[in-house]
């Protein structure tokens, strides 16, 4: 159990420290935890396939990763095309960014910053700690309710930043409040999807393609509409 408890407390000191050291840091920062979990992991005796990372599920991971990132982008393309959904585009964060922050958001923050950690975190090395203890609906639950808490933060901002938001909640106390408790559950219900498919396929890789695909295409997309 001291296992467990190390990697959620670091979790939660990325989490409130995190933010102090800015942008620059934040990548090395996200890299450095999941190494630091991975450590913790395998001193709790869990090998590289009990954490979705060995070699024989690797390859069903990438069949299920690319089907999985093509579909997404079918389903933003499509919402893109469609005139009531393409508000949800609309995202201050994207829009403020020039074409090289878009690189490197797209190609180096996304995949290696926040999917790296969250995945590794997440469906990695707390599902696998837990998963042992006591089965995997448990694992799935912890994991996906500290995933709905994990991004508290970033969804206070969320009704200042993208218009359907906004225009759902209002700016006001009360709308910003509903909005983040709204943002909390519908990401601990993706996380109950990404673990899901960590589980049936054994690996990291489809959850990762999958969570890459939702945050890379939905920022180049939401700046292509602003730029368009």
């Known amino acids: 159990m ?14 409130v420290w995190g933010d102090r050291l800015g942008d620059t840091w934040y990548v ?6 999941a190494a630091v979990l991975l ?60 074409a090289g922050e878009l690189t490197f958001r797209v190609l180096v923050r996304v995949p290696l910053g926040t999917v790296l950690l969250e995945e590794v975190a997440f469906r990695g090395v707390l599902w696998a700690m837990v998963e042992r203890r006591r089965g995997s609906t448990w694992a799935t639950a912890v994991s996906s309710v500290l995933f709905g808490l994990w991004h508290v933060q970033p969804a206070r901002g969320l009704t200042r930043a993208n218009a359907a938001a906004e225009a759902i909640f ?23 999807l990404f673990c ?3 589980r049936r396929s054994g690996s990291l890789i489809p959850p990762v393609a999958l969570h890459c ?10 700046w292509a509409v602003a730029h368009g």
């Open 39 to 98: 450590l913790i992991a395998r001193w709790d005796g869990l090998s590289r396939a009990d954490l979705g990372l060995g070699a024989a599920s690797a390859r069903r991971g990438l069949r299920w990763g690319l089907v999985l990132a093509g579909a997404v982008l079918a389903v933003y393309l499509v919402g893109l095309a469609l005139p009531f959904t393409r508000e949800a585009f609309l995202d201050e964060r994207a829009a403020g960014l020039t």
């Open 170 to 192: 209002g700016t006001g106390p009360t709308g910003v409040a509903v909005s983040v408790a709204a943002a909390v559950v519908g990401t601990a219900l993706v996380g109950v």
């Open 213 to 222: 695909a939702l945050n890379s295409a939905g920022y180049a997309l939401a």
């Open 28 to 33: 090395p920062l996200c890299a450095a935890t």
């Open 196 to 198: 899901e498919l960590r």
């Open 2 to 15: 001291i296992h467990l408890i190390a990697a959620i407390a670091i979790l939660a000191a990325v989490q």
